[in-house]
């Protein structure tokens, strides 16, 4: 199992961008598949993004696609997670999610979590 900490929330402006960092510890997290989901007041967790260990396929939600990245650098341990075009919908704690699996993170049911950061988009 690995051990996730996210960093980079904050508050911003409606039309900007973020990035969100998720830092990971183990000896096995470039096996990893990797990914990010969010969860807004009153609202179940949803699925934001996924990309598998190698880092050359990526999921996308509908949501989010065209304005949001995910990438990895495995090297560092860390995934990222670059967010642009910035809406007040988007505002949510933002979860980063870790399994063997890629399967197992886009269905929401991956074997870590992170702490989650918040991400407050202003209107």
């Known amino acids: 199992q690995v051990q996730l900490v996210e960093s980079g929330g904050g508050l911003v402006q409606a039309g900007g961008s973020l990035r969100l960092s998720c830092a990971a510890s183990?000896?096995?997290?470039?096996?990893?598949?990797m990914g990010w989901f969010r969860q807004a007041p009153g609202k179940e967790r949803e699925f934001v993004a996924a990309?598998?260990?190698?880092?050359?396929?990526?999921y996308y939600a509908d949501s989010v696609k065209g304005r949001f990245t995910i990438s990895r650098e495995n090297i560092k341990n860390t995934v990222y997670l670059q967010m642009s075009s910035l809406k007040p919908e988007d505002t949510a704690v933002y979860y980063c999610?870790?399994?063997?699996?890629?399967?197992?993170?886009?269905?929401?049911?991956?074997?870590?979590w992170g702490q989650g950061t918040q991400v407050t988009v202003s209107s």
């Open positions: 183990g000896r096995t997290y470039s096996t990893y598949a």
């Open positions: 990309i598998n260990w190698s880092g050359d396929k990526t």
């Open positions: 999610a870790a399994d063997l699996n890629p399967r197992s993170v886009v269905l929401g049911t991956p074997e870590s």
